[in-house]
């Protein structure tokens, strides 16, 4: 069975700061793909990345950076000189190549509160 | 621009009335779609499944003759809620699948009186 969790369910930063949330997963599959999604307050989930698990690359785009490892099944994010606009609930998400239709498996999510 | 449009946004309804929730991908065709429910300050749970032309497959747990899915077109997935209740009141998102990414709708606050 897959799962996936993000042990941080809170962090609090001072804007400008860097903030890495964390994401482990499990699964039986060696063909899979992880995800990052951002929900803002409004309640949309917007797609940040798709990584699979093939490609072991470490990917920037902007301030944001993620961080693939699967010798320790990881998939963590960094944002990088976090702005307010930033703070959402961040969830890192699994998708197993073997699944009808390819269901993403959720996170608890993370909750990012980026202060002034 | 947006991939998947869920409609409505939010909704208030009494206690025993049945609620509709369309979810709609654009400019794409999506032969199976996903709902899922999310709590207040919790993650998402998946429901079912929607596959077009063909009954939902749905999540241990969930009922079937609560919440009803018909997926009737390749671009449009509904999801009623059925002699709703207050305990019913939660955050429904679609989802479908363009390009290997899962794309979700703006989701829907249903809240029942």
């Known amino acids: 069975a897959q799962k996936v969790t993000q042990a941080q369910t809170e962090i609090s930063v001072v804007e400008k700061e860097d903030v890495t949330l964390d994401c482990v997963y499990e699964?039986?599959?060696?063909?899979?793909?992880l995800f990052w999604y951002k929900q803002p307050p409004s309640g949309e989930l917007v797609f940040l990345i798709r990584?699979?698990?093939?490609?072991?690359q470490n990917e920037i785009s902007g301030r944001y950076s993620w961080n693939f490892q699967k010798s320790t099944s990881s998939f963590n994010f960094t944002i990088t000189a976090s702005q307010v606009v930033d703070s959402a609930v961040y969830f890192c998400?699994?998708?197993?190549?073997?699944?009808?239709?390819?269901?993403?498996?959720f996170g608890g999510g993370t909750r990012l509160m980026v202060k002034p | 621009g947006a991939v998947v449009s869920q409609h409505p946004s939010w909704v208030i309804c009494k206690s025993g009335t049945s609620v509709k929730i369309e979810c709609r991908s654009l400019d794409f065709q999506a032969t199976t779609m996903f709902w899922y429910r999310q709590f207040p300050k919790q993650s998402l749970m998946l429901m079912a499944t929607?596959?077009?032309?063909?009954?939902?497959?749905?999540e241990q747990g969930v009922e079937k003759d609560k919440f009803l899915i018909n997926h009737a077109s390749l671009t449009l997935s509904t999801l009623t809620v059925t002699s709703a209740h207050p305990e019913d009141s939660s955050f429904y998102i679609c989802?479908?699948?363009?390009?290997?990414?899962?794309?979700f709708g703006q989701g829907t606050r249903l809240t029942v009186v």
């Open positions: 699964t039986r599959d060696t063909t899979y793909y």
């Open positions: 998400a699994l998708s197993e190549r073997g699944n009808a239709g390819n269901m993403l498996t």
């Open positions: 929607s596959n077009e032309g063909s009954k939902a497959t749905y």
């Open positions: 989802s479908a699948r363009r390009g290997g990414v899962a794309f």
């Open positions: 990584r699979n698990s093939f490609d072991e």
